[in-house]
């Protein structure tokens, strides 16, 4: 069956702070890994990660995958109360079928 | 462009009733999944459409939910009899194609589920 754990489960910082969110995996047939954001309605795309070492750059958010190791972290600086949401990793396995951790909730005090 | 639809937003029904979600996906978009997510928890993927064909129902209760997608386009979901356990966020997603290291899942609002 496939697994994955996010940590932390919380976090709690201050705006301007750097947050490093874990994600670990075990998906037969490993593809891809996504990162989404979810507040209080749809998740919403952040990452999509397919090769080991490149990291990925949106503004404050960057991302990396590491294929050996099974793991990926989602880095997010100079927070924002904005950045508060709960955050979730995807790694899609056979048919590209995602499954999500149970995510991050990060908030963020001004 | 338009996201991905659903409606309703919020449903309350008593256990035992039935219900159903409608989803209308992205325009173009080859692939619908329905996930629940349960508070506190990720989605969890319960069907996935390629088309009108289905690709994985693995984590569907066939026993009480059903799926559609006659016509390749919008999607119903429909739970009948519903029990408590049932309470949830049902989400709906699209994707352009089967798969691909481009084919990423676009999310609806999700419809909330309260079974009294």
């Known amino acids: 069956e496939d697994k994955v754990v996010q940590s932390p489960l919380s976090l709690v910082v201050h705006e301007g702070d750097t947050v490093t969110l874990n994600c670990s995996y075990e998906v037969t047939n490993f593809r891809s890994l996504l990162w989404y954001k979810q507040e209080k309605k749809a998740p919403t795309f952040l990452f999509m990660l397919t090769s080991s070492g490149i990291e990925k750059k949106s503004g404050r958010l960057s991302s990396i995958l590491d294929k050996k190791e099974l793991f990926s972290i989602l880095n997010i600086t100079a927070t924002q109360t904005g950045d508060s949401a709960v955050y979730l990793c995807?790694?899609?396995?056979?048919?590209?079928?995602?499954?999500f951790g149970k995510g991050t909730l990060l908030t963020v005090n001004p | 462009e338009a996201g991905v639809a659903q409606s309703p937003r919020y449903k309350i029904i008593e256990k035992r009733q039935s219900v159903a979600f409608w989803c209308n996906p992205i325009?173009?978009?080859?692939?619908l999944y329905w996930y629940q997510q349960i508070l506190g928890q990720g989605p969890k993927l319960l069907i996935q459409f390629q088309n009108n064909g289905v690709v994985d129902d693995s984590q569907l209760p066939k026993d009480r939910f059903s799926a559609e997608r006659l016509k390749g386009v919008d999607s119903t979901l429909k739970i009948q009899p519903a029990k408590l356990e049932d309470s949830a966020v049902y989400l709906c997603a699209s994707s352009f194609g089967a798969g691909g290291t481009t084919d990423t899942q676009y999310f609806g609002p999700g419809t909330r589920l309260t079974v009294l």
């Open positions: 995807a790694p899609g396995g056979s048919n590209y079928k995602l499954t």
């Open positions: 325009s173009g978009h080859a692939t």
